[in-house]
């Protein structure tokens, strides 16, 4: 997608990396996820700066350091991601900042390619930060000049929630004119803002609340929200993309569309419910706005317990206006995922089945050796976790079934949050020792072949420093340290760590199949470049 004028056809996560280079965003950064991907790749492919962190956390907070210095950060990532970075998002909400600060949400409603379906409207109201929530291509484009005028106006960080459906689905989008930041990146010493001792961070909680109570009036009056005329018998309140399933599902419906859903126009939303003989809110996964409103002691009817999981459609919401408890349609079969024929993972899971290996397991590609025809998976809680719940494991079992235990983590997932299990292992370790097998392919298989501190490449594929794994374990104090790149040897590196009563890491380093021919004409560019 080129950077005229003109409208084009554009995915929601497009929209938004030509809104971030139009905005004159300083720089984007995030971790690689579905259904936030994109953003940053095309944010950069339009000539923005944009960059892979190791994770959400170390994201949000350059983007923090950014925005403190007075210029835009984008900062991108799926809703799980928020979970790792909630420490700095809490506390930059009491801090505020000078430049702007937009922190991308995108949930998966019905976990198209997630561990659960967490609905981070929540985050919004718990940390006290301002949400807008985009229906389509344009509105995500729309809305994150709103964001950045927010963000700046107040100076406060802002969540812009996505959904995999507003994301992925494409649309028309009509640009504005370009809208840089006006002054000059700076940074203005304020110890009272930035630093959250205790006797700082009390009088910053109190400015934050009455921000907030200053932007809950304004919203009141925002452009942000829509009101569809319409039969007074049924009037619906909805946001993002359940507005659009909720406008083909009752087109004779009076409509209540919120684009900013923290801190809501409770006012506008009272006079709106008193206005129609039944108030009905639609909104995907949790009943967020109904428990908001009601709390408010506005009444109004929210959808049955059965449509809070998954995806809504025009059928389902038809189903709820009509009250239908019935049992829904079961959904076609789709064909199952699994590894690929060449994965380089095969092997070494088939050594593991072969051995009764106890694997705690990790997130990426590796997680779909829990389905046949190996089904070696025993668990996979979130990024990193293996390698302490593999910890875990051995110091409760006994000693025989301890020493099957085995930690297995991809090498995006290792950088990402393996590297302070590995230190828990050294300092904590096990009395039967214990094996962390590293699945090095190369690249961040899943979710698309994205570059990591592993790779030695940036985001655009260009060389910089490389991190490898082997010298950070040997660093931190792993002692039996492998590397393999024949999957032959991988059985007896795997038995002699098991038999060891002391830390061990494996690492077999072989190129996804998928990503080779990428990966090696990446590689031998950067070969070039020295």
């Known amino acids: 997608m080129g950077s005229k004028m003109e409208p084009r056809l554009a995915s929601g996560n497009q929209a938004v990396a030509w809104a971030a280079r139009h905005l004159g965003v300083s720089l984007g950064t995030g971790y690689p996820g579905t259904p936030s991907t994109e953003i940053l790749e095309n944010f950069s492919l339009l000539g923005g700066r944009a960059q892979w962190s190791p994770n959400e956390k170390v994201a949000l907070e350059v983007g923090i350091g950014v925005a403190y210095g007075g210029a835009r950060a984008l900062v991108t990532m799926k809703h799980v991601g928020v979970n790792v970075a909630a420490d700095p998002l809490f506390t930059v909400a009491y801090t505020g900042v000078r430049g702007g600060l937009v922190l991308v949400s995108a949930d998966d409603p019905g976990m198209g390619s997630s561990q659960n379906e967490q609905d981070n409207r929540r985050y919004a109201k718990a940390a006290s930060v301002m949400m807008l929530e985009p229906a389509d291509a344009q509105e995500a484009y729309d809305f994150l000049f ?36 006006s002054k000059t990146p700076h940074f203005v010493r304020d110890m009272p803002s930035y630093v959250m001792i205790p006797g700082y961070a009390r009088p910053a909680h109190r400015r934050m609340r009455e921000k907030m109570t200053k932007i809950a009036e304004w919203n009141e009056q925002s452009d942000l929200n829509t009101l569809y005329e319409g039969d007074r018998r049924l009037g619906i309140v909805t946001s993002g993309v359940a507005f659009l399933h909720a406008r083909e599902a009752a087109p004779y419906a009076r409509i209540l569309k919120l684009g900013m859903t923290y801190p809501l126009p409770i006012h506008l939303i009272r006079r709106f419910a008193a206005s129609v003989d039944r108030c009905l809110v639609i909104e995907e996964n949790d009943p967020y706005l109904v428990e908001s409103l009601r709390a408010e002691g506005v009444e109004c009817e929210g959808k049955l317990e059965m449509y809070r999981f998954d995806e809504l459609n025009v059928a389902r919401v038809r189903r709820i206006i009509a009250r239908d408890a019935s049992p829904e349609p079961a959904r076609p079969k789709g064909k199952p995922p699994q590894l690929c024929k060449g994965c380089p993972h095969r092997i070494a899971f088939g050594v593991m089945k072969k051995m009764d290996c106890i694997i705690s397991g990790d997130i990426g590609c590796y997680t779909l050796s829990v389905l046949p025809p190996f089904e070696t998976h025993d668990s996979c809680v979130c990024m990193g976790a293996s390698v302490g719940v593999g910890l875990g494991l051995r110091h409760a079992l006994p000693d025989d079934e301890a020493r099957r235990v085995v930690s297995v983590i991809g090498d995006s997932t290792f ?58 374990c040997r660093a931190i104090g792993v002692k039996n340290v492998h590397v393999l790149e024949r999957a032959g040897a991988f059985e007896k590196a795997l038995r002699d ?28 560019a950067t070969e070039e470049e020295t």
């Open 146 to 181: 709103d964001a950045f005028f927010l963000s700046e106006t107040w100076n406060l960080p802002v969540m812009f929630r996505m959904t995999t459906r507003v994301c992925h689905s494409r649309g028309i989008v009509t640009p504005r004119n370009p809208s840089p930041a």
């Open 415 to 472: 950088m990402h949050s393996g590297l302070t299990g590995v230190v828990e292992m050294v300092y904590n370790p096990p009395k039967t020792g214990h094996v962390i097998v590293i699945l090095d392919n190369g690249t961040t298989a899943m979710t698309g072949m994205q570059e990591h501190p592993g790779t030695g490449r940036t985001l655009d594929h260009a060389k910089t420093n490389q991190v490898p794994a082997e010298d950070v």
């Open 497 to 524: 760590g098991l038999a060891k009563a002391e830390p061990t890491v494996i690492i077999l380093r072989k190129l996804c199949s998928l990503a080779a021919p990428k990966l090696k004409k990446y590689q031998l």
